[in-house]
């Protein structure tokens, strides 16, 4: 039986494969972490990167213009009841802005920061309930020389309450709206189910446009094909600004930065918050059977992989006891601790 050239190298393929498969097994695991590095001090590091000289700035510009160009188009579809979701390399908050400042001036515009670690939500939608009871207000003043009617306060509402008022479509003019304006849409404030939903509702409500950013590979995985096509209904737009995050980067410290007792916490939390909500709430008292009492893990090898997170990132390690168990220990200082604990709790 003759074999082919073809079948020879694909044979010499799969041999390679499993020996080099064989040899990975049989080796051993690098000691080497993170702790090893001899980095610099978190404030040194923002000041060097503070100081690096823009590159392509003609190109960059000439670039920005281009989308500006885009503008007009950008507020029809907004009338038309789309939103508009922008995304690529560099920061958008300041070309967004200038889009909201420039072309969409007879509308109210809110802003939110989704890159901050944490937005109330509920507070968003009452003010944007009472910016469009405003406007109401005025264009009805206008029409009929009538005052409208007074309102219960939006704060003592529900959010299904003010979602439908939000949503009423007793206006004349189609295209009467408040923008909403969201950078980073998939930021750490609003990654959550809960949240994205929440902005669901909230953009398919009649009177509301939205306008976002987003800057993760893996942003449209936090929605689903209603959410998209439905009540999001977006118009995407590829526009990479090639910006520096300037102001977005100021609120996630540098892990890479010099290990002292903040910067410990603010790496503890970093890691904590790119966790999910069971990994966070498993106490270490009693960890393996209060988090199967709280029906947060249903096995030992659950509760492992939650913990090699931590353990990957040197925040809880093992240690034998005196009478032989094995105990977990978290090797920051006190002063570190309490910060931490002033974060999350």
Known sequence: MEINDGEEEEFEFSRNYFLAKELAGSGKKSTRKISDINVVDEQELRA???????????????????????????????????????????????????????ALTEYSVVVINGYLQSINLKQVIIALAEIWWDDLKTKRRTSSGVSSKVQQPFNSRSMDDLLAFLHESDVEENDSFVCVVVHNIDGPGLRDSESQQCLAQLASCSHIRIVASVDNVNAPLLWDKKMVHTQFNWCWYH???????????????????????????????????????????????????????????????????????????????????????????IPLAADALEKLQAMFF
């Open 48 to 102: 060097a990167a503070a100081n690096i000289e823009p590159k392509h700035e003609k190109e960059i510009n000439s670039l920005v213009n281009s989308y500006k160009r885009l503008y007009p188009k950008w507020a029809f579809e907004l009338r038309c009841g789309f939103g508009l979701l922008m995304y690529g390399f560099g920061s958008k908050k300041v070309l967004i802005e200038d889009f909201a400042s420039t």
């Open 239 to 329: 526009i990479p600004t090639f910006a520096p995050y300037n102001v977005e980067g100021t609120f996630f410290p540098l892990i890479l930065a010099h290990s002292s007792t903040a910067q410990s916490a603010k790496t503890a939390a970093i890691v904590l918050q790119s966790l999910t909500p069971n990994a966070q709430s498993m106490p270490v008292d009693a960890l393996y059977t209060i988090a199967r009492e709280r029906f947060l893990v249903s096995s030992q090898v659950t509760l492992n992989s939650h913990l090699t997170e931590f353990k990957d990132h040197e925040l809880v390690k093992t240690r034998r006891h005196s009478d032989g168990q094995d105990c977990l220990h």
